[in-house]
């Protein structure tokens, strides 16, 4: 809930930031060009932007000079969701944007790519070197026989490489996806093999942590189990051979040789995203080359404030959508920095390290990365040059309280923090980043340009101040253009329009706060609902994670056949604790007195790890399933999860409970 008075900011942009960022000058372009407002600040072009929602996106596409091959007969030939027309009777191709800094020869030998690994010296991809990898490889797919349309997958960490690769597919108005090489095969067949990839690009193996993993076995089951391929390309990251009948990636690179882009519709499949697939195959999300071209320049150009100046760091994997988002990076004319390796190694505080190494001016990670620095009391001002530092932006699970004061204390004072929040659905941010607004303690500044977002109660009603469904009300365009192997579109209407026909439920639970602010409650899914009263997980985490006994918790809440409530807390122990009548009570504490009575605790009970998927969210629908007394087997997707052992323990106190 919100005070009538806007609270005290924790920090705000000055009036030479607000001055220099792009968003400004956009709006007073805006103002001029299109009858945008050019008083009042962001609320006002938000407004605007969702109020003439043609019109804003005309303007961006101005704005960044989007090549239009063939001009667009319409901005928004029909707005209804599923199914919005963007950019009618347009041809355009994302990739050309991708590499258009190449062509400035004042560019041509600055680092498009900047590449590290666990020794954390970066290395270089110039700008010319990156189009010209693309112009060879490209040129090579059509000689494979790649065609518009066709699918291309990556098995690659994040290399530059995979980015290499990426463009090509996309030059050629081929489809990507990709999967980072610590997905085991049925993980990776789970995805791939729904989208009947004709080309595999793969690593023999990749380094993480101080050691070497071979991968070699793996890629030979994927060949084995992926009848559609027609190539596969070999990268030998850890030195061996290409295996028999692969091609090696040095000679499908070679040559001096000019990218051809294929125009291709606006509305055409640029790649393929996965949702988690928990509970049963992964969505194959597909997404259009304009879609994720318009939106992916407003979101870095005028939120993330990116430009040629600027380097943009965020860790990610090739698996995470936030890959890429970040490979669009490119599309700003912005130096990109890929970091493969564990986000802790050699110690916590290596992203930190990376950071320094590279000058990024945004850095970009999860919220449990920063919290994990917090507890390990890990100084990233005193220990590192951060000078370069405009921005620290997370997301993957909401920022609590305490790490936008880490943040703020630890880092600098004068430090832009962007809690953002989106999803792979839309592979972009409902509410973020915006660089001339005050950031507030645990809130996301505001709702993204041209997203009409809504907190709205189970009747459709918009709240203001109140916990709500996250609801978007007009259609953005990198929502996704259809579900692979969803003819009819049932799948993807059930996904996100049953509760709300007409309007994209993305759930999450949300408060939109009186000053415009966001904040998120976590899934409106494992919502805990006791007696009426309703809690997102994230905020029972935020408060017991503070404890500096709890390493990670978990929190179900179950409604029973007799009518009846019950609601768990799994916790994992950091190092030396020990879950005692003590530690039992600060914990029910700090839940009754920081959040509520009704949401504390039934039972606390010690486990060894918390469960979680690929991508690093915890599992908690699918491990409410096992405490139902559903099988492990039908609860969820196995390749799913980064650990299946942890599971079984709720499987069988699912099984006791239902016995007892």
């Given at each position: 809930?919100?005070?009538?008075?806007?609270?005290?900011?924790?920090?705000?942009?000055?009036?030479?930031?607000?001055?220099?960022?792009?968003?400004?000058?956009?709006?007073?372009?805006?103002?001029?060009?299109?009858?945008?407002?050019?008083?009042?600040?962001?609320?006002?072009?938000?407004?605007?932007?969702?109020?003439?929602?043609?019109?804003?996106?005309?303007?961006?596409?101005?704005?960044?000079?989007?090549?239009?091959?063939?001009?667009?007969?319409?901005?928004?030939?029909?707005?209804?969701?599923?199914?919005?027309?963007?950019?009618?009777?347009?041809?355009?191709?994302?990739?050309?944007?991708?590499?258009?800094?190449?062509?400035?020869?004042?560019?041509?030998?600055?680092?498009?790519?900047?590449?590290v690994d666990e020794t954390h010296e970066a290395v270089p991809v110039t700008w010319a070197e990156l189009r010209r990898q693309v112009g060879a490889l490209s040129?090579?797919?059509?000689?494979?026989?790649?065609?518009?349309?066709?699918?291309?997958?990556?098995?690659?960490?994040?290399?530059?490489?995979?980015?290499?690769?990426?463009?090509?597919?996309?030059?050629?108005?081929?489809?990507?996806?990709?999967?980072?090489?610590?997905?085991?095969?049925?993980?990776?067949?789970?995805?791939?093999?729904?989208?009947?990839?004709?080309?595999?690009?793969t690593v023999d193996g990749y380094r993480y942590g101080g050691k070497e993993h071979d991968r070699r076995d793996t890629v030979a089951e994927l060949r084995a189990?992926?009848?559609?391929?027609?190539?596969?390309?070999?990268?030998?990251?850890?030195?061996?051979?290409?295996?028999?009948?692969?091609?090696?990636?040095?000679?499908?690179?070679?040559?001096?040789?000019?990218?051809?882009?294929?125009?291709?519709?606006?509305?055409?499949?640029?790649?393929?995203?996965?949702?988690?697939?928990?509970?049963?195959?992964?969505?194959?999300?597909?997404?259009?080359?304009?879609?994720?071209?318009?939106?992916?320049?407003?979101?870095?150009?005028?939120?993330?404030?990116?430009?040629?100046?600027?380097?943009?760091?965020?860790?990610?994997?090739?698996?995470?959508?936030?890959?890429?988002?970040?490979?669009?990076?490119?599309?700003?004319?912005?130096?990109?920095?890929?970091?493969?390796?564990?986000?802790?190694?050699?110690?916590?505080?290596?992203?930190?390290?990376?950071?320094?190494?590279?000058?990024?001016?945004?850095?970009?990670?999860?919220?449990?990365?920063?919290?994990?620095?917090?507890?390990?009391?890990?100084?990233?001002?005193?220990?590192?040059?951060?000078?370069?530092?405009?921005?620290?932006?997370?997301?993957?699970?909401?920022?609590?309280?305490?790490?936008?004061?880490?943040?703020?204390?630890?880092?600098?004072?004068?430090?832009?923090?962007?809690?953002?929040?989106?999803?792979?659905?839309?592979?972009?941010?409902?509410?973020?980043?915006?660089?001339?607004?005050?950031?507030?303690?645990?809130?996301?500044?505001?709702?993204?340009?041209?997203?009409?977002?809504?907190?709205?109660?189970?009747?459709?009603?918009?709240?203001?101040?109140?916990?709500?469904?996250?609801?978007?009300?007009?259609?953005?365009?990198?929502?996704?253009?259809?579900?692979?192997?969803?003819?009819?579109?049932?799948?993807?209407?059930?996904?996100?329009?049953?509760?709300?026909?007409?309007?994209?439920?993305?759930?999450?639970?949300?408060?939109?706060?009186?000053?415009?602010?966001?904040?998120?409650?976590?899934?409106?899914?494992?919502?805990?609902?006791?007696?009426?009263?309703?809690?997102?997980?994230?905020?029972?985490?935020?408060?017991?994670?503070?404890?500096?006994?709890?390493?990670?918790?978990?929190?179900?809440?179950?409604?029973?056949?007799?009518?009846?409530?019950?609601?768990?807390?799994?916790?994992?122990?950091?190092?030396?604790?020990?879950?005692?009548?003590?530690?039992?009570?600060?914990?029910?504490?700090?839940?009754?007195?920081?959040?509520?009575?009704?949401?504390?605790?039934?039972?606390?009970?010690?486990?060894?790890?918390?469960?979680?998927?690929?991508?690093g969210k915890r599992i908690e629908v699918p491990v409410k399933r096992l405490l139902q007394g559903t099988p492990l087997a039908k609860a969820v997707n196995a390749?799913?999860?980064?650990?299946?052992?942890?599971?079984?323990?709720?499987?069988?106190?699912?099984?006791?409970?239902?016995?007892?």
């Open positions: 809930m919100t005070s009538a008075s806007t609270p005290q900011p924790l920090w705000s942009p000055g009036p030479d930031r607000i001055a220099a960022a792009r968003i400004t000058a956009f709006q007073a372009w805006a103002a001029e060009r299109f009858g945008a407002p050019a008083a009042g600040g962001y609320p006002a072009l938000h407004r605007w932007s969702v109020d003439e929602l043609d019109t804003f996106w005309q303007a961006v596409a101005e704005w960044f000079d989007v090549r239009f091959t063939t001009p667009y007969e319409s901005v928004l030939a029909d707005r209804a969701m599923p199914g919005a027309r963007w950019f009618t009777g347009a041809t355009l191709n994302y990739a050309e944007h991708a590499l258009r800094a190449a062509e400035d020869p004042a560019r041509a030998d600055e680092a498009a790519l900047l590449h040129a090579e797919l059509r000689a494979l026989g790649v065609r518009p349309g066709d699918r291309v997958s990556g098995y690659l960490p994040n290399i530059p490489e995979a980015v290499t690769a990426l463009l090509a597919t996309a030059a050629v108005g081929a489809v990507w996806t990709s999967c980072a090489p610590d997905f085991g095969a049925r993980s990776v067949l789970d995805r791939f093999q729904q989208v009947e990839p004709v080309v595999l690009f189990e992926l009848p559609s391929l027609r190539a596969v390309v070999h990268i030998p990251l850890l030195g061996t051979d290409a295996p028999e009948g692969a091609l090696a990636w040095s000679e499908l690179t070679a040559a001096a040789t000019e990218p051809v882009f294929e125009a291709v519709p606006f509305d055409h499949p640029l790649w393929v995203l996965y949702s988690s697939g928990t509970t049963g195959l992964p969505k194959a999300i597909v997404q259009s080359q304009g879609g994720i071209l318009l939106e992916h320049l407003k979101q870095l150009g005028l939120h993330c404030d990116l430009g040629p100046e600027d380097r943009f760091f965020w860790y990610t994997s090739t698996g995470w959508m936030m890959w890429n988002f970040l490979v669009s990076g490119l599309l700003t004319g912005t130096t990109v920095v890929l970091y493969d390796g564990s986000p802790g190694y050699p110690d916590t505080g290596a992203q930190w390290r990376i950071a320094e190494r590279t000058k990024a001016t945004l850095y970009g990670t999860s919220a449990a990365y920063v919290m994990a620095c917090r507890k390990a009391e890990v100084h990233p001002g005193r220990d590192f040059d951060l000078s370069s530092v405009k921005c620290v932006a997370t997301t993957g699970s909401p920022l609590p309280p305490d790490g936008f004061r880490w943040l703020h204390d630890e880092v600098a004072e004068d430090l832009w923090i962007a809690s953002v929040s989106g999803g792979t659905d839309v592979c972009s941010c409902f509410a973020g980043a915006v660089p001339t607004l005050p950031v507030h303690i645990g809130e996301l500044q505001a709702a993204c340009l041209g997203t009409d977002l809504q907190a709205w109660d189970p009747s459709g009603k918009p709240l203001v101040g109140e916990v709500g469904e996250l609801v978007v009300t007009s259609p953005m365009p990198s929502m996704p253009i259809q579900f692979w192997n969803d003819p009819d579109g049932s799948r993807y209407r059930d996904s996100y329009f049953e509760m709300f026909p007409g309007a994209w439920r993305h759930g999450d639970w949300i408060t939109i706060t009186d000053h415009g602010s966001v904040v998120i409650h976590g899934r409106s899914d494992s919502t805990l609902n006791r007696q009426g009263v309703r809690m997102g997980s994230a905020d029972i985490y935020e408060a017991v994670e503070r404890l500096p006994e709890i390493k990670e918790s978990l929190v179900i809440g179950l409604e029973e056949p007799n009518g009846g409530y019950w609601m768990p807390l799994f916790v994992h122990l950091a190092p030396g604790a020990t879950l005692d009548d003590d530690l039992r009570a600060r914990v029910k504490t700090t839940i009754r007195e920081q959040l509520s009575p009704r949401h504390v605790p039934d039972e606390i009970i010690e486990v060894p790890a918390v469960p979680h998927t690929l991508t390749g799913s999860v980064d650990n299946i052992d942890l599971l079984p323990f709720y499987e069988e106190l699912g099984r006791t409970r239902a016995q007892g």
